[in-house]
């Protein structure tokens, strides 16, 4: 992203920012890399002028043409019928003429533009989502993903309203003024041309102060806005929450309450708008009556003939739009940048997470995996790791197991470089992963996490996402190593089956054989398994546990644990407590030592006995309950 985008030192709509604003989008208005847009803005400039010097000749042929009408002492009705056949037809034509012509250049102004507006547009809006990618996890923690997306819809449009107003309008609107102010300053002389100037400076001054005033009530208009979505997009995410506790209601008064925090707010913005327009045409209906009543002073004293009071009206209410353009044009730009400020604020946003200028691409040999000393924490008062250390051997699989909190998925993120590490190091056959570029690590690295989020997609495209390129084939052949591939083959609608948002459609077991045959298709020599069946019943989870087995086989792999009934097997375990590794050996060493290990495995064993019992009590007495105090699941913390 170029340094002109994201760094904007601060802009806001209040603050000197529409100069600002104007450097930044001038890079997207006059792109560089597009010859055939750059002829098409310098067209539209021409035609622009062409457009503005037609507008200001008409209300000369208005002119001449009443004089023709009424010769100069000429008042009977026979007079007036022979001045009007002898008035000179090809002046009204004139008029007619330069009409269309000042529209019909204004229009292909328009015409010619709307390319380079809509392609700002897109390339703006594409520079912002990949910013948002490339912000840390921490980031997007910490925002609502409604609200987020609410920005970039306003932001968008307010950039479209910012450049069509600055090149389409700014410059011929002043180009327009100035032809009008020169010839009433040339033909009727000084004084008319002060009456229009101190309109025109007290009309801005009006307009530049209401609008400012505006802004503070826009940006709480926006921010209600903001909210309101925020708060739709998250209950409708959470849909199942909210039916589960039959709190429709209260998510129905949220939603209302921050509705009438717009409402106000609206009611606000358009009402200051009324009087910002009532206070315009005050101002300017002032000056036109004075310039006016001038004029008709003079043809009464015969110093300026009929048609030069119709010029002096037709050249005020000619500059009127203009005029009052400058007020709406100053308008919609500060509103546009208040509606933009989000935006930039996002773009300004430095990604925690940044490739070093001399990163190479991660080649993995063997998928050898160290932490050397890895100290971390999300909060520096509140460390999460302190200095853990361990090696997973090419081609090992190694198991961390331990109570909720100790740090177990702060490991897996750290791998990814979801974050960086606060001290120490962690290695891929040898070298630092700080050193290499962020998509070749993770290029390297598979994962199938707790709780697999699935794209409101078809099945196909979600195990495609792995490898984008792949070939329909490959697709089921993962699906068929990831033991889904029958289940999918049963669908009336295939691989062309849709999962529904998050994948809510399918259920846990298929989402998860989903994420597997996703993580297959990929192919990484690494492999995170955080998790992987601990939301799972106890059958469903025994079958996934054989398709991880098998994606797992002969890859480096890491695995976060629930369940240590799943970890048993592999090369070490690793027991982590309060950040720090207490324990570390294989299954039956751990147990042999009779510690924190030995204690959590037999507290899950006699959960899964109790379960078990459970189990069987209900298949012969439906009825059943167990006892208050038995334990029927695993315990949920470890």
Excluded: C
């Excluded at 000179?88 to 529209?103: K, N």
């Excluded at 229009?107 to 700002?120: C, P, S």
């Excluded at 644990?561 to 309060?578: G, N």
């Amino acid at each position: 992203m170029s340094n002109a985008v994201r760094r904007r030192g601060g802009v806001t709509a209040d603050r000197g920012g529409t100069v600002a604003a104007m450097l930044t989008l001038w890079p997207f208005m006059w792109p560089a890399d597009r010859p055939d847009l750059k002829k098409r803005v310098a067209f539209a400039i021409a035609a622009l002028v062409v457009a503005k010097i037609a507008t200001v000749l008409v209300p000369f042929a208005y002119k001449w043409a009443t004089d023709a009408l009424v010769p100069a002492g000429t008042t009977s009705t026979e007079t007036l019928l022979v001045a009007a056949v002898a008035t000179p037809i090809f002046l009204v034509i004139a008029y007619g003429v330069g009409r269309v012509l000042s529209t019909g250049f204004t229009q292909l102004r328009d015409a010619l533009f709307a390319k380079v507006g809509q392609h700002a547009v897109r390339r703006l809006a594409f520079r912002t989502f990949v910013h948002l990618h490339d912000l840390s996890l921490r980031f997007h923690l910490e925002r609502r993903t409604g609200g987020l997306s609410r920005v970039i819809s306003r932001g968008t449009n307010g950039i479209e309203a910012m450049v069509r107003h600055t090149l389409l309008n700014m410059v011929p609107t002043a180009l327009e003024f100035a032809f009008a102010a020169a010839i009433i300053g040339y033909h009727f002389g000084l004084a008319y041309l002060l009456v229009v100037v101190v309109t025109v400076v007290v009309y801005v001054a009006f307009t530049v102060i209401a609008s400012n005033r505006r802004i503070a009530i826009r940006r709480a208009m926006n921010e209600s806005d903001t909210d309101a979505n925020s708060k739709a997009v998250d209950s409708l995410l959470n849909f199942e929450t909210v039916k589960y506790f039959g709190n429709e209601g209260l998510e129905s008064r949220r939603f209302d309450v921050a509705m009438e925090r717009y409402q106000e707010a609206a009611t606000r913005t358009w009402t200051s708008l009324a009087w910002l327009n009532f206070g315009q045409t005050v101002i300017f209906t002032t000056g036109m009556t004075v310039s006016m009543l001038m004029s008709a002073s003079e043809v009464v004293r015969g110093t300026l003939t009929l048609g030069d009071f119709v010029l002096i009206n037709a050249l005020l209410i000619q500059l009127a739009i203009p005029l009052n353009f400058i007020g709406t044009l100053y308008r919609e730009i500060k509103q546009g940048l208040a509606d933009i400020e989000a935006m930039f604020t996002l773009l300004d946003e430095p990604a925690e997470i940044v490739d070093r200028p001399d990163a190479g691409v991660l080649h993995v040999r063997d998928g050898a995996v160290r932490f050397e000393d890895v100290r971390f924490g999300y909060d520096p008062e509140r460390p999460i790791l302190k200095g853990v250390s361990f090696d997973i051997p090419a081609g090992h699989s190694v198991a961390i197991v331990g109570p909720s909190g100790a740090g177990k998925s702060t490991i897996s993120r750290l791998l990814f470089r979801f974050y960086d590490v606060g001290g120490g190091r962690i290695t891929i056959d040898g070298e630092d992963i700080r050193d290499v570029t962020q998509a070749s690590l993770r290029a390297a690295i598979g994962m199938v996490p707790q709780d697999t989020v699935l794209f409101n997609d078809t099945i196909a495209y979600n195990i495609r996402y792995g490898r984008p390129e792949a070939t329909d084939e490959e697709v089921r052949r993962a699906a068929a190593l990831a033991q889904i591939g029958g289940f999918i083959a049963s669908l009336p609608k295939g691989y062309d089956t849709e999962v529904g948002e998050r994948g809510l459609k399918l259920s846990g077991g298929e989402k998860q054989r989903v994420a597997i045959a996703r993580t297959i298709l990929k192919g990484p020599p690494i492999l995170v398994l955080d998790e992987a069946t601990s939301a799972l019943d106890s059958h469903t989870e025994r079958e996934i546990q054989g398709a991880l087995d098998r994606v797992s086989a002969d890859r480096t792999t890491l695995i976060i644990a629930h369940r240590l009934s799943t970890v048993v097997h592999v090369d070490q375990i690793l027991v982590l407590k309060d950040g720090v590794i207490v324990e570390r050996g294989r299954h039956a060493d751990l147990l042999a030592e009779r510690g924190l290990y030995a204690s959590m495995w037999s507290r899950q064993q006699e959960a899964e006995e109790a379960a078990e019992r459970l189990r069987r009590a209900q298949e012969q007495n439906p009825g059943y309950v167990a006892p208050i105090g038995e334990p029927d699941a695993l315990p949920a913390a470890e």
